[in-house]
């Protein structure tokens, strides 16, 4: 029984073939939880897939339906044992976005595991099947090393609508806290600072979504019977958009971003370097706040940015003005601002600035809290510690995950200290055609995660006092 014989066992698996095998059953089950006619599938991961594969491990499993009708449902694995008083929940989610099956490129398909070279294709690869696929096979590894005993009791929920915005997740959460009793979250999802760093990071930026408006007149008129004497939305509208941000970028609304960068947020973003890979896009180093760094943009600031700008017919333009404009927009957001006060500080800003006309509202869907753990708590220092021992080089320390999940649930309604481990790369194509993963950077998750969950098993109870 030892360290080492965990984490060899853990990449065995991969040299092996079995985590191909286990993710090419998973990634075939059509998961999509944005369409309604999956339902089954969903179904089907939990209790086909996931209920058996834990089973084995000595976990008692339960599925549950979602409290929220729109909700996909849960499955509850709890695996306790004798004299433990250490605690570790876990998490992963079973669906994935719609599979986009005409537009993978040829010889790809979103239901067939395809490898080629270093990479593994296939929707949910990355999100989130082939992460919590690594981190089961982990424990597995640690369980077989051990003889049968992991040292902690484990709680490990995977939903199925968190590619929805995760309905019911919360009160789910919320109504079993207690009957859990959980010490730590340790989870995996998202992307590496870099494909070549192992990363953790404590916390998410929150997602605010939002609509603005410009609707002056039912229909279009004739641009040259009308031009210069009807006001033309779009123009009214690129100019709200303009006093929202400047030419390169930076947020003009106070309220919309923190007062300051924490000395702690600017300490562990100090040797993170961005960057998605030779896959990726080159980063805009002019791009943002500016006397920040591209991690601290990302990692510690708030961005604003228009996903959808509408004006006329953009598929087929007409010489006419039209009545209206729209923009589709999004603030990603660390803690400290006031989520509630964006709306109102952006209409006290338009009207300054003499846009009466342009309307707002929060968008039906598209919201996330910000989360942050400090990066000076105990158990990031020992997970940061125990992968460094486990890979030889130190990993990177993000504060917050650029993207956005629902940390709130663990962090606030559970309120547990939550500290994640992701095994994927910002240029994976996620929620994407033509998604994948690296092998080698799922054979270092592995490593990772076994050497933290034998090094968990260990450890004092009072670590986090």
């Known amino acids: 029984m030892s360290r080492d014989a965990a984490i060899r066992a853990a990449t065995d698996y991969l040299d092996g073939g079995g985590f191909a095998a286990d993710l090419a059953r998973r990634v075939a089950i059509p998961t999509e939880s944005q369409n309604p006619d999956r339902a089954g599938a969903l179904a089907e991961y939990l209790e086909q897939e996931m209920r058996g594969t834990l089973e084995k491990l000595g976990f008692q499993c339960s599925i549950h339906p979602n409290p929220a009708s729109n909700g996909g449902p849960f499955l509850v694995a709890i695996r306790r044992e004798p004299g433990a008083t250490k605690t570790v929940f876990s998490y992963g989610h079973g669906d994935v976005i719609r599979g986009q099956d005409a537009q993978w490129r040829s010889g790809l398909n979103p239901w067939v595991l ?22 089961i096979a982990a424990l597995e590894a640690v369980l077989k090393a051990r003889g049968g005993r992991l040292g902690f009791n484990v709680v490990l929920l995977i939903e199925t609508g968190e590619e929805v915005g995760s309905p019911g997740l919360d009160e789910f959460c919320r109504s079993r806290r207690e009957e859990w009793g959980a010490n730590l979250f340790l989870a995996s999802d998202g992307p590496r600072l870099s494909p070549e760093r192992p990363t953790l990071y404590c916390g998410a930026r929150g997602a605010f979504n939002f609509d603005m408006t410009v609707d002056l007149r039912p229909g279009a008129h004739h641009s040259g019977n009308w031009g210069g004497l009807l006001a033309d939305p779009g123009i009214i509208l690129a100019h709200a958009i303009a006093s929202i941000a400047g030419p390169t970028g930076q947020i003009r609304i106070p309220e919309w971003v923190p007062q300051e960068l924490p000395a ?11 960057g998605g890979g030779s896959d990726g896009p080159t980063v805009d180093t002019w791009w943002g706040e500016p006397g920040l760094t591209p991690a601290e943009r990302v990692y510690g600031w ?17 010489n006419a003005i039209p009545g209206r404009a729209s923009a589709h927009c999004q603030i990603r957001f660390v803690v400290g601002p006031d989520h509630t006060n964006f709306l109102p500080a952006l209409r006290r800003h338009l009207d300054r600035h003499g846009l009466g006309m342009v309307q707002v509202a929060p968008a039906r869907a598209g919201f996330f809290k910000a989360t942050r753990l400090d990066p000076e708590h105990a158990y990031v220092k020992f997970a940061m510690a125990s992968v460094e021992r486990t890979m030889g080089r130190r990993p990177a320390l993000l504060p917050n995950l650029g993207g956005s999940l629902p940390n709130d649930v663990f962090a606030d309604t559970l309120g547990l200290p939550t500290v994640w481990v992701p095994h994927s790369y910002a240029a994976c194509s996620q929620h994407a055609p033509d998604e994948h993963i690296l092998l080698p950077v799922m054979r270092e998750g592995l490593a990772m995660m076994a050497g933290l969950f034998w090094d968990l098993g260990e450890a004092d109870d009072a670590i986090a006092a």
Not at 303 to 309: E, M, N, Q, W
């Open 114 to 135: 395809t490898q080629e070279g270093e990479k593994l294709y296939g929707r949910g690869t990355a999100d989130n099947k082939g992460q919590h696929t690594v981190n």
């Open 264 to 274: 702690a947020v600017r300490s562990a973003l100090a040797d993170c370097e961005v």
């Open 302 to 318: 708030c961005s604003f940015d228009v996903l959808a700008f509408k004006t006329g017919n953009p598929e087929a333009p007409v």
